[in-house]
């Protein structure tokens, strides 16, 4: 038989790469029982498939599971899914070819997987080791298969994983969880039939678990149903009422194993399963239905109560309990105490001390109530506040008040607390658990702006602020846009009229001057050509006036290039404008330029046209007057504007003055820019004394372009 397990395992990797290329054959390494834990932890975080042999004894098998052992220690087989049971037996002594299997949940835990075995000798089946129930915890039994004894007090389905059932097995002293198989609904039915009866188990002692369920403590596993022994149904013939407090074990015996029961009347109900009973000595018990139930009778019924007992410190209790009613009780009901939390919560230095003796007494409170509990199960829950503290209420199916509204509430005092451990109960606080609906009196409604309301409208008004500012801020940003695009329109309209008024503007002044004197030059040129045989002198005459017409329409369109090139428009302070403009023909000349005249009250037009006269005035004072120091003066007094030219030049007699006959268009020139202004020119001058020319003119009610042209 030693010789077959090489075999099988050749066989089998053979099998395994006949799908890839060939490898050598290589026998898997033995490694004793005791010493795979750590061959496995060290090999784990190696990316290999590699498989190791190991021999023991079968000391459990569990289905498709089995319990290696040798040297004191023992191993967890698996047999892999789909492959037949191996057909060894405990007692026999056994060599296995396993290989690792990493665990899909704690990755750091890992399975072992059996891929090849062979029966080395076969032995006498083993028997269960028979241990009472609380021995179990030593550790002494662990990976072994017992028997021991006890009741069965609870049993549920595995809310991780539905394949399994427990069932709590409980003796006088200790408890301990038994785990099998049971998809079928069938199979929970069979198991739940086994509550509060005494039974024997077999099955394989094992402390946690590596499955779905994580369990940390020790457990037993059993094959099937068919490893529970009953030695006692459950009838109620054996129930035992719950003994006075004075004899409820405090510590040594923290359970009882069997149901016990009892008779009194329901004080309160929470979460349609739990209630609070006072018995028929006085004392108050809680009691919890079994798992489905939902027919707990209504507070006041009087009933008998089935249940395991269940205690700590301070309270006691039936869980897994059954219900049977007697009728209504016809004892008068409990006066409320009317008191305050604090009361219940601290000693009269302010320190916390909360009194289990309120436990079950009906109180009664008034409070504010301050917020609504979703959380908690079975039906409505609220917060009362009283003397600054917060009470739970459960309300269950009773109506709910009004938060913010003022009540006065009665019900059941009950203590909450939480075990630490098997011997220390901490007291938490406690909750108001009311019994009918006369038990919740309102006694002020809400005000219109409590707290609550105050808070939604705030939000609500900010909400509106802040969508109103976002409006705001986005409309503003959409008029800034249309007010750039209208200004650019604006712009461009504006550069558009502001072109074509300048072209009018040099159209006409070519038309009224050079056009004309270009059409008088040619008149006096025909006229030169007809006398030029017979006359002689006269066409001299004639063609010297032509001559000085052409030079006035030349000293004109420069004019004309003037006005487009200069830029004295652009300064907002006239006499700078005046400068800028005069200065190109002053031919050495000492210019002295005074005037009172804001430039905002120009338009542009009226501006122009001044500039043009006075360099016109300025440049006839330079050449045909020789003049050396030149002043212009002027001032705008309600809309009347006045300005003088006057220069030492040699002067002349305004009668005789050469006009549009000779060839000399200036003074005509400033005559009809003048007239277009509603303005007139005034010449004072002598031969040796120089001249001087005052403009007077008013301006226009509309100061724009438009009204001037």
Same mark, same amino acid.
């Given at each position: 038989?030693?010789?077959?397990?090489?075999?099988?395992? *050749?066989?089998?990797?053979?099998?395994?790469?006949?799908?890839?290329?060939?490898?050598?054959? *290589?026998?898997?390494?033995?490694?004793?029982?005791?010493?795979?834990?750590?061959?496995?932890?060290?090999?784990?975080?190696?990316?290999?498939?590699?498989?190791?042999?190991?021999?023991?004894?079968?000391?459990?098998?569990?289905?498709?599971?089995?319990?290696?052992?040798?040297?004191?220690?023992?191993?967890?087989?698996?047999?892999?899914?789909?492959?037949?049971?191996?057909?060894?037996?405990?007692?026999?002594?056994?060599?296995?070819?396993?290989?690792?299997?990493? %665990?899909?949940?704690?990755?750091?835990?890992?399975?072992?997987?059996?891929?090849?075995?062979?029966?080395?000798?076969?032995?006498?089946?083993?028997?269960?080791?028979?241990?009472?129930?609380?021995?179990?915890?030593?550790?002494?039994?662990?990976?072994?298969?017992?028997?021991?004894?006890?009741?069965?007090?609870?049993?549920?389905?595995?809310?991780?994983?539905?394949?399994?059932?427990?069932?709590?097995?409980?003796?006088?002293?200790?408890?301990?969880?038994?785990?099998?198989?049971?998809?079928?609904?069938?199979?929970?039915?069979?198991?739940?039939?086994?509550?509060?009866?005494?039974?024997?188990?077999?099955?394989?002692?094992?402390?946690?678990?590596?499955?779905?369920?994580?369990?940390?403590?020790?457990?037993?596993?059993?094959?099937?149903? %068919?490893?529970?022994?009953?030695?006692?149904?459950?009838?109620?013939?054996?129930?035992?009422?719950?003994?006075?407090?004075?004899?409820?074990?405090?510590?040594?015996?923290?359970?009882?194993?069997?149901?016990?029961?009892?008779?009194?009347?329901?004080?309160?109900?929470?979460?349609?399963?739990?209630?609070?009973?006072?018995?028929? %000595?006085?004392?108050?018990?809680?009691?919890?239905?079994?798992?489905?139930?939902?027919?707990?009778?209504?507070?006041?019924?009087?009933?008998?109560?089935?249940?395991?007992?269940?205690?700590?410190?301070?309270?006691?209790?039936?869980?897994?309990?059954?219900?049977? *009613?007697?009728?209504?009780?016809?004892?008068?009901?409990?006066?409320?105490?009317?008191?305050?939390?604090?009361?219940?919560?601290?000693?009269?230095?302010?320190?916390?001390?909360?009194?289990?003796?309120?436990?079950?007494?009906?109180?009664?409170?008034?409070?504010?109530?301050?917020?609504?509990?979703?959380?908690?199960?079975?039906?409505?829950?609220?917060?009362?506040?009283?003397?600054?503290?917060?009470?739970?209420?459960?309300?269950?199916?009773?109506?709910?008040?009004?938060?913010?509204?003022?009540?006065?509430?009665?019900?059941?005092?009950?203590?909450?607390?939480?075990?630490?451990?098997?011997?220390?109960?901490?007291?938490?606080?406690?909750?108001?658990?009311?019994?009918?609906?006369?038990?919740?009196?309102?006694?002020?409604?809400?005000?219109?702006?409590?707290?609550?309301?105050?808070?939604?409208?705030?939000?609500?008004?900010?909400?509106?602020?802040?969508?109103?500012?976002?409006?705001?801020?986005?409309?503003?940003?959409?008029?800034?846009?249309?007010?750039?695009?209208?200004?650019?329109?604006?712009?461009?309209?504006?550069?558009?009229?502001?072109?074509? %008024?300048?072209?009018?503007?040099?159209?006409?002044?070519?038309?009224?001057?050079?056009?004309?004197?270009?059409?008088?030059?040619?008149?006096?040129?025909?006229?030169?050509?007809?006398?030029?045989?017979?006359?002689?002198?006269?066409?001299?005459?004639?063609?010297?006036?032509?001559?000085?017409?052409?030079?006035?329409?030349?000293?004109?369109?420069?004019?004309?290039?003037?006005?487009?090139?200069?830029?004295?428009?652009?300064?907002?302070?006239?006499?700078?404008?005046?400068?800028?403009?005069?200065?190109?023909?002053?031919?050495?000349?000492?210019?002295?330029?005074?005037?009172?005249?804001?430039?905002?009250?120009?338009?542009?037009?009226?501006?122009?046209?001044?500039?043009?006269?006075?360099?016109?005035?300025?440049?006839?004072?330079?050449?045909?007057?020789?003049?050396?120091?030149?002043?212009?003066?002027?001032?705008?007094?309600?809309?009347?504007?006045?300005?003088?030219?006057?220069?030492?030049?040699?002067?002349?007699?305004?009668?005789?003055?050469?006009?549009?006959?000779?060839?000399?268009?200036?003074?005509?020139?400033?005559?009809?820019?003048?007239?277009?202004?509603?303005?007139?020119?005034?010449?004072?001058?002598?031969?040796?004394?120089?001249?001087?020319?005052?403009?007077?003119?008013?301006?226009?009610?509309?100061?724009?372009?438009?009204?001037?042209?």
């Amino acid at each position: 038989m030693r010789i077959l397990a090489p075999i099988l395992f *050749v066989f089998f990797c053979v099998l395994k790469g006949a799908a890839g290329a060939a490898q050598p054959e *290589v026998s898997p390494p033995y490694v004793p029982v005791d010493k795979v834990e750590d061959y496995v932890t060290a090999r784990l975080n190696e990316a290999s498939d590699d498989l190791f042999a190991t021999e023991g004894t079968v000391y459990a098998m569990v289905k498709d599971r089995i319990v290696l052992s040798a040297n004191d220690a023992s191993i967890y087989i698996l047999n892999p899914p789909g492959h037949t049971t191996p057909d060894w037996r405990s007692g026999d002594r056994a060599r296995v070819v396993c290989s690792v299997a990493r %665990d899909t949940v704690l990755t750091d835990d890992y399975r072992l997987i059996c891929r090849a075995y062979s029966v080395v000798k076969r032995g006498e089946p083993l028997e269960p080791v028979k241990v009472d129930l609380e021995n179990i915890g030593s550790g002494a039994m662990d990976m072994r298969v017992v028997r021991t004894e006890g009741v069965i007090t609870d049993v549920f389905r595995d809310e991780v994983d539905p394949h399994f059932i427990y069932l709590i097995l409980s003796s006088m002293k200790s408890d301990i969880t038994l785990t099998m198989r049971g998809e079928s609904e069938e199979a929970y039915k069979r198991a739940y039939a086994l509550l509060d009866a005494a039974v024997s188990v077999r099955g394989l002692c094992i402390l946690g678990s590596r499955g779905v369920r994580r369990y940390q403590g020790r457990h037993i596993e059993l094959a099937g149903l %068919d490893r529970i022994h009953v030695l006692q149904a459950p009838s109620p013939a054996t129930l035992r009422p719950v003994p006075p407090a004075r004899e409820i074990p405090r510590i040594q015996l923290r359970r009882f194993p069997h149901r016990m029961s009892l008779r009194g009347t329901i004080v309160a109900v929470w979460n349609r399963i739990d209630a609070l009973v006072k018995t028929e %000595d006085g004392r108050y018990l809680r009691f919890h239905l079994t798992r489905g139930a939902t027919n707990m009778p209504a507070p006041g019924t009087r009933v008998e109560v089935h249940g395991f007992l269940r205690f700590n410190s301070f309270f006691a209790g039936l869980f897994n309990s059954e219900v049977r *009613v007697l009728g209504p009780s016809t004892k008068p009901p409990e006066m409320p105490m009317v008191l305050s939390p604090r009361q219940i919560l601290y000693d009269r230095a302010g320190r916390v001390r909360i009194d289990p003796l309120y436990d079950g007494h009906i109180v009664t409170l008034e409070g504010t109530i301050k917020d609504m509990v979703n959380t908690l199960p079975g039906g409505a829950s609220c917060i009362i506040e009283q003397d600054d503290e917060r009470i739970t209420v459960r309300l269950g199916d009773l109506p709910v008040p009004v938060v913010g509204s003022k009540v006065r509430l009665t019900g059941a005092c009950r203590i909450l607390f939480e075990e630490y451990g098997k011997y220390l109960t901490r007291l938490k606080g406690f909750e108001l658990v009311p019994r009918y609906p006369s038990d919740i009196v309102v006694v002020a409604n809400p005000p219109l702006l409590n707290a609550r309301r105050l808070k939604f409208i705030l939000a609500v008004l900010l909400a509106v602020a802040i969508a109103i500012v976002v409006w705001n801020i986005s409309l503003r940003h959409l008029a800034e846009r249309r007010g750039q695009a209208l200004m650019r329109e604006q712009f461009a309209r504006t550069a558009s009229e502001v072109k074509a %008024d300048e072209r009018t503007r040099l159209a006409v002044e070519l038309h009224d001057s050079v056009a004309q004197n270009i059409t008088a030059v040619a008149l006096l040129l025909e006229t030169v050509g007809r006398l030029v045989d017979a006359n002689p002198a006269a066409a001299k005459n004639q063609l010297a006036a032509a001559t000085q017409m052409l030079r006035g329409c030349q000293h004109e369109i420069r004019a004309c290039i003037w006005d487009l090139r200069n830029l004295a428009l652009e300064e907002d302070n006239l006499s700078v404008a005046v400068n800028r403009a005069v200065e190109p023909n002053l031919e050495g000349a000492h210019l002295s330029v005074s005037l009172d005249v804001p430039r905002a009250m120009l338009t542009d037009n009226l501006t122009h046209a001044l500039l043009r006269i006075i360099r016109e005035l300025t440049l006839n004072a330079v050449r045909h007057g020789k003049a050396k120091n030149i002043s212009i003066k002027g001032a705008l007094k309600k809309r009347h504007l006045t300005f003088t030219i006057a220069d030492d030049g040699v002067g002349f007699v305004p009668a005789k003055a050469p006009g549009i006959a000779q060839g000399h268009f200036g003074l005509q020139g400033v005559r009809e820019r003048l007239r277009h202004f509603n303005g007139h020119l005034t010449v004072k001058s002598s031969p040796g004394k120089g001249t001087q020319m005052t403009v007077d003119l008013d301006l226009p009610e509309s100061n724009s372009n438009e009204g001037l042209v």
